[in-house]
Each structure stands twice: as C-alpha cells, then as structure tokens.
C-alpha cells in the first residue's frame, strides 16, 4: 500500500509539470527560432502528442496560453493555446498556433528567389522605394482525438492538422513616380497532416509508441510588375507546387529498468516530395512576342525532395520532485533539387539549362538537463545542449546546343558549425495554475555567467532581458 501511494504522489507532480515549450526551454529541450522540437521525446512531454494522439491520456484536464513574443511585441499571431478535455472513453485536445516545424512554411521549400526588388527596362533601376510587407499567418490547428484505457488494449490516438499563411509584398516608388515600375508579390502555403498512433503498454516494463503520417503540402509564390508608361507592359514570375505529398514513421520503445529509472530510444523516418513550376514572362513593349532584347518566356521545371532519418536514445531518472535526463540524437537529412528551364519565347521549346543538387546535412545532439521542485509553489529547471552541424552540398550544372547535353560544372562544398546552448527556466504554481518561464540568453550569459547586475533602468524592457517566453496553464 505504501509503494502504491507513493507512486501515485510522483504521478501527480509530474503531470502537472506537462504541457509547456516554455517548460522544456528551461530545460534546453526547446529553442525558439531553432528547431529543436525533434528531441524533446527524452522528457516524455505531451505538448507533442500531435506527433502521436494516443499520448493525449497523460495530460490533465487543463487549457494553457503560451503568449512567447507577443507580451512587449504586440504581435499575438505568434501566441499559442491548447485546452485537453477527457471523458469516460475518449480524450479531445485542440492546439492552436502550435509552433510549426520548419518543414511546414516557405522556408523549407525552394527559394525562387522571386519578390525581391525588381531590375527595370531602359536601364531605371530606383532607390528610393518602399517595401510594404503583410503577413497573414492564418491559425495552425492541431486536433486530437485519443482513447482511454480499454482492457488488454492499447491507447490509441488520430491528430488532423490544418495550417496556412500568406505574405503580400509591394515596392512602391517615393515620392510616387508613375515612370517607376511598381512590383507586387505574394506567397502563400498551404498544409494538412493526418497521424494515427497506438501506445502498446500491456507489454510493461516494454512500451512503444508508435505512429504513421501523411503529408499533403503545397505554395504559391507569384509576383507582377507594371508601368504605367508602357501600355500592356507585362513582367510575371510565378512558382507552384502541386501534386505533393509526405510520408512519416516513428517508434518510441521504452524500458522500465527501475521503478526510478527509464531507458528510452526514437526512431522516425520522412519523406517529403514537393513538384513545383517555376514561369518567367517579360513582355517589356507590350508586342506579346517575347522575341526582343531583354524579353523572355520560360519554364522551369523544380522537382524537390528530403529524407529525414532520426535516431536517438537516452535515460531519464525520477523521483519525487525531481526528473533528470540525458540523452543522444543524431539526425540526418538528405535533399535534392532539379532545375530545367526551357525557354518557350518562339512557341517552340528550347533546352536552355539544367542543375542538380544535393545536400545532406547531419545533426548530433547530446544534452541534458533536471527538473527540480525546491518548493511546493516553486521549480526550477535547467539544462545544456551541444549541437554539432556538418553539411555537404554538391551541385552539377549544364548547358544545351540544340538537344546536346554539355556539363558545365560541378561544385562540392562543406560546412560545420557547432553551439552550445545553456538554458534555465522557473516554474510557479498556485491552485491549478502554473506560470512558467524560460530564462533569456542575455540573462544567462550576462547577469549569471559575468556576474553582472541587469539593467533595471534603461530604455530597455526589462522582460527582454529577462524572460524569453512565457506560458500559463491551468488544470482541472
């Protein structure tokens, strides 16, 4: 009786501790502007029960607010809220703006480098011009349907997740110039993800957990050029995808060495396939022939693919109030890309060009870090993690005499990069709320590493120098 109530008590603790980035930020499980998302399964927390929805059943009834920036920024499109509620049989949680993977946005797809500040006929190329930018990041669902425990059965989960945004950009003369070109940009992205996930515990002290995903992603990025002073003048550029998708895998075992002690392991594998066309018209007399000087009709045809392959494994040790951790990843991605252009400015299809290129770029993690309960309305977390980066990229270019394939060039190129990245974080509670916050770098390095006291008079905001994100929670 007595190993039970204690078991129950650690239980307790710990599940009140879930379900916060800025819990595993102190803990350097979480980084903001890094992805470091894929390593926070050492801790075992459900604020990525996305990935796999049977997880759901180890939250708590509760909602949370996760504000990050938005506190002294003003900018609430980047804030994150959840609310988990569980009934008899099933558990409903509903994440919205959950911080994306980087998959997920224009900033993994390939860069047309388009929307950028124009080049302009007879040689007028301006200056003085505004750049007016618009982001409309449209809310991120996560919505997750899981079971609860049915006898010598596992715990089973399904997540559907939603998410777009767009981005319009205009250059604009000034003062107002109509002898000046005006250019309009606009991207947008567009993505849904369907997971299933079982948690197989009956096998105790072995679980897994294990999932299996589908990606349905696709863009836009399109940009148009005028002037008035050329009538029917046309310069287009636009870039599609269509006709992607994405498959993912990941399996968790587990093994209960001690009743304190855990040995953990990950597994997961991706592929993401995005079909794009990249177009090109400059029509710059208005003729509609696209044969003069200057003028071109193109095509680009841009396939684009990744793998990603992870592996990881680690330990975790709990007792009472306190959760120790320690673990190992390694990641690997490897991409390709094909550009071929064909000009199509007679009406009939010229060969101009082609490259290829592939990149594969790995990632190991090691970090650790603990989780203290000083006291009963107090936690204190911290935590290290030494990221190593090797990449190597190889590009291979040719060119075309009529349907002659000629290589041009090819070009290997290596990079390596590594951070070390130390963390602190503080947790307060009260009733069923929780306060948690994540300790900014400047913080750390300047008031904590140099001794230095921070500055509490200045034109500076004291929460940037003190907080890096915040978040609240409450259960019931």
């Known amino acids: 009786m007595k190993k039970v109530w204690w078991i129950l008590v650690v239980s307790c603790v710990f599940d009140g501790m879930y379900g916060s980035l800025s ?3 102190g803990m350097a499980l979480y980084y903001p502007g890094i992805n470091l998302r894929e390593y926070l399964w050492i801790a075992d927390d459900p604020i990525g029960i996305s990935v796999n929805g049977s997880l759901i059943y180890r939250l708590s009834n509760e909602v949370g607010f996760e504000p990050y920036a938005s506190i002294y920024s003003t900018d609430w499109k980047s804030a994150f809220g959840y609310a988990v509620i569980h009934q008899d049989i099933f558990s409903l949680g509903v994440f919205v703006n959950d911080q994306p993977e980087s998959e997920d946005y224009l900033s993994y797809y390939p860069d047309a480098n388009l929307v950028n500040t124009p080049t302009y006929p007879a040689g ?9 930018t618009s982001l409309d990041r ?3 669902f996560d919505i997750i349907l899981g079971s609860q425990k049915i006898p010598f059965s596992p715990y089973i989960g399904l997540s559907l997740t939603a998410a777009a945004y767009s981005t ?3 250059h604009i003369p000034n003062p107002v110039d109509p002898t000046k070109a005006l250019i309009h940009g606009e991207e947008s992205a567009f993505l849904w993800k369907i997971r299933t996930g079982a948690t197989v515990d009956i096998l105790k002290p072995f679980v897994i957990d294990a999932s299996v995903g589908v990606w349905i992603p696709s863009f836009t990025i399109q940009t148009k050029t005028t002037m008035t002073e050329i009538q029917n003048y046309k ?4 870039h599609i995808s269509e006709g992607n998708f994405g498959v993912e895998v990941r399996v968790f075992p587990k093994w209960k060495l001690s009743p304190r002690l855990e040995w953990k392991s990950m597994l997961a594998y991706r592929y993401l396939n995005l079909n794009s066309t990249h177009t090109v018209t ?3 007399n208005g003729d509609g022939d696209f044969v003069d000087a200057g003028e071109l009709k193109s095509k680009n045809t841009h396939p684009y693919s990744v793998q990603q392959i992870e592996v990881g494994t680690g330990i975790t040790y709990s007792e009472g109030n306190l959760l120790a951790f320690g673990s190992l990843n390694n990641l690997t991605l490897l991409s390709s890309e094909e550009w071929f252009t064909v000009n199509q400015s007679t009406g009939t299809d010229v060969y101009m060009d082609k490259e290829n290129g592939s990149r594969t770029q790995n990632y190991t993690i090691l970090n650790g870090g603990i989780e203290l309960g000083l006291k009963k309305w107090l936690s204190l977390r911290m935590g290290v993690a030494n990221w ?3 990449e190597t990229t190889t590009t291979s270019s040719f060119t075309y005499a009529g349907t002659t394939e000629t290589a041009r060039n090819t070009l290997t190129e290596f990079q390596l990069d590594t951070m070390f990245l130390p963390q602190l974080g503080l947790s307060i509670h009260f009733g069923g709320f929780s306060i948690d916050w994540m300790i900014s770098d400047a913080f750390i390095w300047t008031v904590i590493g140099q001794g230095r006291l921070p500055y509490l008079i200045s034109g500076n905001n004291l929460f940037d120098n003190f907080s890096f ?3 609240l929670r409450y259960n019931f």
């Open 23 to 25: 819990r595993l930020g």
């Open 124 to 132: 007028n190329n301006p200056n003085d011009y505004n750049t007016i």
């Open 138 to 140: 449209k809310p991120w």
């Open 168 to 170: 319009n950009y205009e």
């Open 235 to 238: 310069n287009e550029e636009k």
């Open 282 to 284: 400059m029509d710059l």
């Open 388 to 390: 190593y980066h090797l």
């Open 469 to 471: 994100i915040a978040s």
